[in-house]
């Protein structure tokens, strides 16, 4: 099997200010997942390397630069799929680690349960050996002013990162598969930003932002989380590829399914096991970029596709 990846950087109203960074940042997220698939690395391995690379990117909602609750906190959560055997591990509303894709990962490999929050999740973190962070060191300008705003209108747009001036930051995901053909999938965020203390989104929901199946593909997915919760976008999505839609026309329906139930906008990235790609996003724009045949393929605005090769380094 030829390895693939794709990832995104969150769907929303993202003004021009910040499309370069999001270019950039998406770019070598999908590189350092790409190392990790052409160097025999697993799925699971490189989903994972891809959303750190984000997690690190204060162009992204996650990790460092991570939107901000009402009380101007940071509160993450993220959650990793294996389509092997459906292993999940995710956790929710982490406030003082860097990385909240590896502990997920962590809670996949090592413990008997799913999802794991807050107080539960630094534990079992600590237990680990991951290292805590000041919790300011998370928060980015971008952030603070992103709140700041939020905070003088009190109303939540309808996408997760609010109306255009609120800091254009994204939740971020990634899907491969690997030489194997085992199919992984990892998703991150920082949420809402003026969300209410202890709010869980989508993004650590198993079928919600994150699925993944070895007998079909596996999605990623981003924006309004209230919405993509309701809808189980991510699995809806997978049962539309199991019906026999491929990846693109099962993604865009799934999107446009949601957002013309629920009025409210999302954006994903889908694999099929056969390694055909989706992309589609209701939202004005969503960084994705994806790896196939030493070619990445990338965009951010409705219907742009731009291509260089693997081995130009533009980033
Ligand atoms: N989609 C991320 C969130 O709403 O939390």
Redesign the pocket.
Known sequence: MQPIIIVHG??GDIPTSRVQGKLDGIRVAVRAGYEVLKKGGTSLDAVEAAVVAMEKDENF?AGYGSVLNLRGEVEM?ASIMSGTKLDVGAVTLIKDFLHPISIAHKVLTDSPHSLLGGEGAKLFALEKGFKTVPPESLISENAKNALDKFLKHGEFGRT?IGTKDEGGV??VGAVAIDANGHVAVA?S????SG?AVG?????PQIGS?TYADDNIGGVS??????S??KYCVAHAIVKLMENGLDACTATTNAINGMTSRLNNT?GAISLSNKGDVGVHFSSNRMAWAYVKNNKVIYGIDQGQVLEESYDEKKN
Do not use: F, P, V
């Not at 709010?199 to 993004?203: A, N």
């Open positions: 969150g769907a909602n959560e997760e994204g939740t998703t965020t920082g949420g809402m969300k709010r869980i989104g989508d993004t932002g997915t981003t924006g309004h989380g209230e993509i919760l999302a």
